[in-house]
């Protein structure tokens, strides 16, 4: 029986990441790498860390986050840490990437909600990017079928794409525009422009 039970889940699970891969729109751009993070969150004993994951690769990029909670808002914090030194070429060039954020049930993987951001740029200068997953007051409520034993995982897959200078400017013009609206609304702004609806299943 459990060795039919992991067979069913890896099944489950190839068919999630498949899904999550499809749902990005990458809008004629060429795509360079991609890769998953993810972990297992206990809801009652989550609180906030200031410790950031081990590095990882993507690309040639190295890169490290954390998923913490500040007030009722789940985020996750990417944090870019430059290129390979070897690279000379990346090393001063924008990295171009989109990001879906997911939470799936820990044992039935068929059970989740994703969003994907618009495309997000990170070099030298600009090396964090803050994401707002999820209220956890929407988790334990509007979202239990996500928790098992008050457990799920919370993730995301990042994709790499060329560097295009047209998708630098507009992300320069929106970050612009977010910035010159009334402060009182920023915070609903930057929700909107962020993400897309949240995909469920």
């Not at 297992?40 to 490290?64: A, L, R, T, V």
């Not at 990295?95 to 039935?108: A, D, E, M, Q, S």
């Not at 989740?112 to 990017?129: G, K, R």
Request: proline fraction near 1%; aromatic fraction near 14%.
């Amino acid at each position: 029986m459990g060795l039919f039970k992991t067979i069913i889940n890896i099944r489950e699970n190839v068919t999630f990441i498949e899904n999550l891969k499809s749902y990005i729109d990458n809008e004629d751009h060429t795509v360079i790498d991609g890769n998953f993070i993810e972990e297992i969150i206990s809801i009652p004993d989550f609180i906030s860390s200031n410790k950031y994951s081990d590095k990882f690769k993507i690309g040639c990029h190295q890169w490290e986050y954390k998923i913490y909670l500040s007030g009722d808002d789940i985020y996750l914090k990417l944090k870019y840490l430059n290129s390979n030194k070897d690279d000379l070429i990346n090393t001063y060039t924008h990295i171009t990437t989109k990001v879906v954020l997911y939470i799936k049930n820990v044992r039935k993987y068929n059970k989740y909600i994703s969003l994907e951001s618009p495309f997000q740029t990170f070099d030298n200068h600009h090396t964090v990017e803050k994401f707002n997953i999820i209220k956890l007051s929407d988790l334990n409520n509007n979202f239990k079928h996500l928790l098992y034993n008050n457990k799920c995982i919370i993730g995301a897959y990042i994709r790499l794409y060329k560097y295009d200078n047209k998708v630098f400017k507009e992300i320069i013009m929106r970050d612009i525009m977010i910035k010159n609206k009334n402060k009182n609304n920023i915070k609903e702004i930057k929700k909107r422009s962020n993400f897309s609806r949240y995909r469920s299943r």
